[in-house]
């Protein structure tokens, strides 16, 4: 079994994301460390793509910018390597299923276990074809993450019942960015996935205030963090990982 479990054994995960590459790996390094340092359960490292349909504006900037300065899968693996040194914490990879077919899916996930990385997100696979995935995951070790979103509807159970890692659950419709306010009926979803699973439960898209983290990880296991972490970034460049840092301590402290 993985290690992912461990970030939801001391009170409520808080879980940001972080585009790897920009603006360079070497920020990237200390952000990941910033975050871990300042309270960070868990880190999802983003692996840059042209098309990220799940993610909105700030988030696509970022990948441009990442792919731009020539970040690419191998450079993010050898930027995982040296984060084993010292960090922790899962890690888990978020990207998307091209990412993986063109890197080659059984080599991809090897190097996954091998530089310590957790669990793969990959929004863009439904349920009905993880399998492309699943037997590879299973047989190094990685967990694939499952999504449920508020369309999920009737497939909320099925969902969970084969959840592992963690389940990420949609704030809300359509992409990541922050939100002045997330009204999805979520404590519901949550029941019915309690119902099927004991799989922990983290809430993501929208969030980017301490209150809306409180909020949603009343009725979770935790709070997933994108858009405001990668404006941070993009606002301090290399100077980021201190205010990356104050950011990850309050919303901890919230939760």
């Known amino acids: 079994m993985t290690k992912i479990k461990q970030a939801f054994e001391h009170g409520k995960a808080f879980i940001p994301f972080i585009t790897c590459g920009d603006p360079d790996l070497e920020t990237t390094a200390a952000v990941v460390r910033a975050a871990a340092a300042n309270g960070a359960d868990l880190i999802e490292l983003g692996i840059p793509f042209s098309d990220p349909t799940a993610e909105g504006p700030v988030i696509q900037n970022a990948n441009i910018r990442a792919l731009s300065a020539g970040v ?50 990959l929004p863009d696979i439904p349920y009905e074809e993880k399998e492309e995935f699943l037997d590879i995951c299973h047989k190094y070790d990685v967990a694939l993450i499952s999504l449920i979103a508020p369309t999920s509807a009737n497939r909320v159970g099925m969902i969970a019942r084969e959840a592992e890692g963690f389940i990420y659950l949609v704030s809300s419709l359509g992409v990541t960015g922050m939100r002045s306010e997330i009204n999805t009926d979520l404590s519901s979803i949550v029941k019915t996935i309690r119902e099927n699973t004991d799989v922990p439960v983290a809430v993501g898209f929208g969030i980017s205030t301490p209150q809306q983290a409180h909020d949603m990880a009343a009725v979770s ?35």
């Open 72 to 121: 690419n899968t191998d450079k993010i693996f050898a930027l995982v390597r040296d984060l084993r040194k010292d960090i922790t914490i899962p890690l888990v990879f978020m990207t998307y299923a091209n990412v993986v077919f063109s890197y080659g899916a059984e080599r991809f996930i090897v190097l996954c276990a091998e530089t310590g990385i957790d669990g793969l997100i």
């Open 221 to 255: 296991d935790g709070a997933i963090v994108g858009s405001a972490v990668v404006k941070l970034i993009e606002k301090h460049g290399a100077d980021a990982p201190e205010y990356v840092g104050e950011y990850i301590r309050s919303m901890k402290q919230a939760l």
